[in-house]
């Protein structure tokens, strides 16, 4: 099914440890986003992208990084996991079509 | 980019209509408002959207207001499964920036 694919979607790690999270989507879409949603709160926007090759700062970019070196795929990542990263991750997807964005169904994060 | 400003929460009995309002003050001429909403554990799906007049679909209706300060989501016959925090955004160059919407509880 078209949509957009987020893995993992759990995963606990340790302060310090690094990883990645992946975001797919296969709407040809140019436009990918990773927000983060910390407990009773909004999204809150880390990196975008609008295009392959590029990306930029959103709302709250510190302590990660992105790549999106294929169109298809959005790389979130964190080189030093701290406590205050647990959360769950959304990645969304835009076409500048008719229905906006699509999200994922988020990877929660926890460090411990 | 500024955000949109929405009540915290409303409560709404079954199968009755609701209607959850939106203030944007700073809106341009050209900027859409947006809704989306999100369910339990799970990401956010688009509602509707509209830029000048109001705005049906199968799943909600949009009134916006004739100075585009202010928009209202309107659920004609609200269910447990309509249960959700919506949001009302105004995108901004490139991106959304999500505020923290309104949570909608449905009383059986």
């Known amino acids: 099914n078209a949509g957009v694919t987020q893995t993992p979607k759990f995963r606990v790690l340790k302060t310090g440890q690094s990883m990645t999270l992946l975001c797919a989507q296969d709407?040809?879409?140019?436009?990918m986003y990773w927000y983060r949603q910390d407990p009773g709160m909004g999204l809150r926007l880390i990196h975008y992208?609008?295009?392959?090759?590029?990306?930029a700062k959103g709302e709250v970019p510190d302590g990660y990084n992105v790549s999106r070196l294929k169109k298809q795929n959005f790389l979130l990542g964190l080189e030093s996991a701290a406590p205050s990263q647990t959360s769950v991750y959304f990645c969304?997807?835009?076409?500048?079509?008719?229905?906006?964005?699509?999200f994922g169904s988020g990877t929660r994060l926890t460090v411990v | 980019d500024a955000k949109t400003t929405q009540p915290n929460s409303m409560e709404s009995n079954e199968e009755e209509p609701v209607h959850l309002p939106c203030n944007h003050s700073?809106?341009?001429?050209?900027?859409?408002i947006h809704w989306y909403r999100q369910l339990p554990s799970q990401g956010p799906e688009y509602v509707i959207h509209?830029?000048?007049s109001n705005v049906n679909n199968r799943m909600a209706s949009l009134a916006i207001a004739e100075d585009r300060k202010s928009s209202t989501l309107i659920l004609h016959r609200a269910t447990l499964r309509d249960a959700a925090v919506y949001y009302c955004?105004?995108?901004?160059?490139?991106?959304?920036?999500f505020g923290t919407g309104t949570r909608l509880k449905v009383l059986a």
């Open positions: 969304a997807s835009d076409g500048r079509g008719y229905y906006g964005y699509t």
């Open positions: 955004i105004r995108p901004g160059t490139y991106k959304y920036i």
């Open positions: 992208s609008v295009g392959e090759g590029t990306t």
């Open positions: 700073t809106i341009s001429g050209t900027d859409y």
């Open positions: 709407m040809n879409h140019e436009y």
């Open positions: 509209g830029l000048t």
